[in-house]
């Protein structure tokens, strides 16, 4: 069976968490707030925030079909990112193993964290097994990173390796689905309740149009997000962040319209591009973005540079040579992208 405190660091473990003036009183009708050593003049933010961000998170669990025990949120997915190292791995000691390629902040975070992280290339379809990874973890694996859909191959990986990873492995999968809003696969935030193991991300940063409040989401088991919850910085939401998502998330119209409008830019885009001479392959996406093999991806990235428009140049990237990636934009900026490269001579 899934034991949680063999794979948590025993300093963490043991933590007696700050606890802030927030924390210790939570009554809502006091009538003078002499407790926490702030300013008592109202102009909107004398006050230190929600350190929980209660109200938030009872907006996103319907929305998510998470419960609100399950739901951790920080400052952007990065804090989530760093956390996992930070509660679950011993620098110099435990290793990771993630996909390869994928999103850079896994290796960058364990990296700053001092741990070792393992890649598995994944095969010329993108795609992975879970047995392959199995293969590269030992006794000090606490972690496996797997992003569906993949950053920067665009694809869904396949779901039933993802499920036998859980059932498999006996540390920690995290499964991060920053574009499963674009996605028709079945999220794995939804099957939280079967794997104890399981941390699924999403962020407000992509489909919520939310990238400057930085807002991040773990989803996880209640035990996982009282960890979380023990080593965060006690008012890691500011409350301009929590009170903009609200509106964002209040505005689910304008969300849906929004994912309309990038679905549909994206098949036109995809199917313009295919006829492009540039153009070699395309590979398939399940996000608001997609990876193409060009005939040359820093000439071409130079080229649109210049004209100034900004794409993402993959080429160093392993499985990626000659790749750029492309972020969908408005119909403006994706006319102008195919406007610049018809006229573009090699
Ligand atoms: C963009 C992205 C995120 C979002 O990160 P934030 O810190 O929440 O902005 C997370 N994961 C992946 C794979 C991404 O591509």
Redesign the pocket.
């Known amino acids: 069976m899934f034991e949680l405190q063999p794979l948590v660091r025993k300093n963490i473990w043991q933590l007696e968490p700050y606890s802030c003036a927030r924390d210790e009183f939570k009554g809502v009708s006091a009538s003078a707030y002499l407790d926490a050593n702030e300013n008592p003049y109202n102009n909107t933010i004398n006050r230190y925030p929600d350190p929980l961000q209660e109200r938030l998170k009872e907006m996103i669990s319907p929305i998510k079909g998470v419960p609100v025990p399950n739901i951790f949120l920080?400052?952007?997915?990065?804090?989530a990112?760093d956390l996992v190292y930070r509660i679950f791995c011993h620098p110099g000691v435990d290793n990771v193993v993630a996909i390869e390629p994928?999103?850079g902040?896994y290796k960058v975070c364990a990296d700053i964290n001092d741990i070792f992280y393992r890649k598995v290339m994944l095969d010329e379809n993108y795609q992975f097994t879970a047995d392959r990874l199995l293969e590269s973890c030992d006794r000090r694996t606490k972690v496996i990173w797997i992003?569906s859909p993949?950053?920067p191959t665009g694809n869904d990986l396949d779901r039933d390796e993802i499920v036998k990873l859980l059932l498999k492995f006996q540390g920690i999968v995290v499964v991060?689905e920053?574009?499963s809003d674009f996605s028709k696969q079945k999220p794995l935030r939804l099957d939280l309740g079967l794997y104890p193991n399981l941390i699924v991300?999403n962020?407000?940063?992509?489909a919520w149009a939310g990238?400057a409040l930085?807002?991040?989401m773990a989803f996880a088991s209640t035990d996982i997000i009282s960890l979380f919850n023990k080593v965060k910085y006690p008012y890691n939401i500011n409350k301009l962040s929590q009170e903009k998502a609200m509106d964002l998330l209040r505005d689910q119209s304008g969300y849906r319209q929004h994912l309309i409008m990038v679905t549909e830019e994206r098949d036109r885009l995809m199917s313009a591009f295919a006829a492009l001479p540039i153009c070699k392959k395309i590979f398939p996406t399940a996000a608001n973005f997609f990876l193409v093999r060009v005939t040359d991806a820093n000439a071409i990235y130079r080229y649109l540079v210049e004209r100034g428009i900004i794409v993402r140049n993959r080429n160093r990237v392993t499985l990626c040579e000659n790749c750029l990636r492309i972020t969908i934009g408005t119909k403006a900026e994706n006319t102008a992208l195919l406007s610049a490269l018809i006229k573009f001579k090699a």
């Open positions: 920080g400052n952007g997915s990065d804090e990112i994928t999103y902040m992003c993949n950053n991060d920053a574009y991300l962020t407000m940063s992509k990238a930085r807002l991040g």
